[in-house]
């Protein structure tokens, strides 16, 4: 198993007071042959979403594959 998270918050750049958070988790197994299992999570917040836009999004991806 392994387990990736990661969080950013950064202020905008061009409006006061306005603040963005990203979050990211990916759980990865490994299974025989060189095959993998991830499963992945995306959170994206924003304290002043534009008009008629959500404050908070979110991602969930799993992917099977191969490594070489």
Known sequence: FSLLSRVMVY??????????TD???????DLPLDFFINLGLSLNYDNQPGQGGEETDYVFQTTFGWSL
């Open 23 to 29: 979050f990211n988790m990916d759980l990865n197994y």
């Open 11 to 20: 202020p905008s750049l061009t409006e006061s007071g306005r603040w963005r």
